[in-house]
């Protein structure tokens, strides 16, 4: 009884480690997603401008490319933020299969070190690993930073738009 409990726990954590893998998978397609469709809208912004539209019309334009990049952008975070607890529940649940067999603990042990910040012995003929100081900063946080920082770009460009647009229609 006692190894089919342990054949489960080992399946269920196989899954699991395919379940993290799609998800962070499906984090980095989404990035380079947003990214790409990011840099269409500005290539797009550019080329209209290349038209050399009038400064009302360039204005407007403008407007609405940064409007929908802006919306595009508060998606984006929100997608971030939920695939990202996705991963960390897949971490919190390896870790408890890893506790329950007890002779596991590869994530135990990358939890410790990467989150925890704990030195991982791994023994004298290995060494331990000490996380630098450096490595310290999750790469997750500064992925989930890019969101705001284009969606305030677009914001910016908004204003801008809006700034050119009244100004012209006052003179």
């Given at each position: 009884?006692?190894h089919?409990?342990?054949?489960?726990?080992i399946?269920?954590?196989?899954?699991n480690i395919?379940l993290?893998?799609?998800?962070?998978t499906l984090r980095?397609?989404?990035?380079?997603?947003?990214?790409?469709?990011n840099?269409i809208?500005f290539?797009?912004?550019?080329?209209v401008?290349?038209?050399k539209?009038s400064?009302i019309?360039?204005?407007?334009?403008?407007?609405?490319?940064?409007l929908?990049?802006?919306?595009?952008?508060i998606?984006?975070?929100k997608v971030?933020?939920?695939?990202?607890?996705y991963v960390r529940?897949r971490r919190?649940q390896?870790q408890?299969?890893e506790s329950?067999?007890g002779?596991?603990d590869?994530f135990t042990?990358?939890y410790?070190a990467f989150?925890n910040?704990?030195?991982v012995?791994?023994?004298?003929?290995?060494?331990t690993?000490?996380?630098?100081?450096?490595?310290k900063?999750?790469?997750?946080?500064?992925?989930?930073?890019?969101?705001t920082?284009i969606?305030?770009?677009w914001?910016?460009?908004a204003?801008?738009?809006?700034i050119?647009i009244v100004?012209?229609?006052?003179?």
């Open positions: 009884m006692e089919q409990c342990e054949a489960k726990l399946a269920e954590y196989q899954a395919e993290w893998k799609h998800d962070d980095q397609q989404r990035q380079s997603n947003f990214l790409t469709l840099t809208l290539v797009g912004l550019g080329a401008a290349g038209f539209p400064i019309h360039l204005g407007i334009i403008m407007f609405f490319f940064s929908f990049g802006l919306l595009l952008s998606i984006w975070h971030q933020v939920r695939n990202a607890e529940f919190f390896l408890h299969i329950k067999l002779n596991i590869t042990n990358t410790n989150y910040f704990k030195n012995d791994f023994g004298e003929k290995i060494s690993f000490i996380l630098t100081e450096q490595a900063h999750r790469s997750t946080l500064s992925e989930g930073k890019l969101p920082l969606g305030g770009f914001s910016v460009s204003m801008a738009s809006i050119l100004i012209k229609m006052g003179t």
